[in-house]
């Protein structure tokens, strides 16, 4: 069996995560993290409970547990209750290359058709070089963001 990685919470650190959860406005992994926390912690006159013993007090599985308390000693109290940051990806088109391709969808259709559709947007695209080639998905979510209808551009 695997060591466990002991949590000694600091006083600030425990009433921070006691705060989590009186509050009851916080997400649910965040309580359960900050719960978990607190029934693990190895207080001076509280033995520390093993990860079985925390999982059937907080209603989960001892792996999770586990993963808490690893966090907990690797990354710290911070990211043990609210989880690492997620950023999102750089965007494929700059703001000037979406307002070229928002006007382009907004100029009459070619020849031969009613209307653009995201295939011929994305085609045009590439032909202008309005930026790096685009996909009719990246057209579709650049199109979402604007407030404009099937039968015409601009404000609905």
Do not use: N, Y
Not at 60 to 66: D, K, L, P, Q
Not at 108 to 134: F, M, N, Q, T, Y
């Amino acid at each position: 069996m695997r060591k466990q990685h002991l949590i000694h919470l600091t006083p600030e650190q425990r009433v921070e995560a006691q705060a989590v959860l009186d509050r009851g406005t916080a997400k649910a992994l965040t309580a359960r993290h900050a719960r978990i926390l607190l029934e693990a912690d190895g207080a001076p006159r509280r033995p520390a409970r093993t990860d079985a013993q925390v999982a059937e007090r907080c209603a989960v599985s001892a792996r999770t547990v586990a993963r808490v308390r690893e966090r907990f000693a690797t990354d710290g109290f911070a990211v043990a209750v609210q989880g690492r940051a997620h950023p999102g990806g750089t965007p494929k088109l700059a703001f000037a290359e979406e307002a070229r391709l928002i006007a382009l969808a907004c100029s009459p259709a070619p020849d031969g058709h009613a209307r653009w559709s995201l295939r011929l947007l994305a085609a045009r695209a590439v032909e202008l070089e309005i930026g790096p080639p685009v996909s009719r998905e990246l057209v579709r979510r650049t199109l979402k963001k604007t407030p404009s209808s099937p039968g015409g551009c601009g404000g609905g």
